[in-house]
């Protein structure tokens, strides 16, 4: 898995990028098909904006948050990504289960 994280006018300290690498590490764990990761960090006048793009295969998910505090918002950005991972992850699964379903139903 590729991880990519870039800061937009403000630097990507070692501890912020480790911030960033142990909040993810639960939403791979959920989805275990994720092929690549882009996370964003900017700062624009008093807003810390954070924005993540995951890649999997057929689809790219993206999320952002912007908050008054970088840390608070990489916090809720991961939240809100693990949220649509499991939703796509559930939704993948619902998929194949109505092919199967079908398929016996056809025979």
């Given at each position: ?39 964003i960090l900017s700062v ?64």
């Amino acid at each position: 898995m590729n991880i990519q994280i870039s800061g937009h006018h403000v630097e990507v300290t070692p501890a912020l990028r480790q911030y960033v690498e142990n909040k993810l590490e639960p939403v791979v764990r959920h989805f275990e098909r994720v092929t690549g990761v882009t996370v964003i960090l900017s700062v624009e006048k008093l807003k810390q904006k954070a924005e993540v793009t995951l890649h999997v295969p057929g689809k790219d998910v993206f999320a952002e948050e912007v908050s008054d505090d970088l840390y608070a918002g990489i916090d809720l950005l991961f939240d809100k990504l693990d949220r649509q991972v499991q939703k796509y992850k559930q939704k993948m699964q619902d998929h194949h289960r109505g092919q199967k379903a079908s398929q016996h139903v056809a025979e």
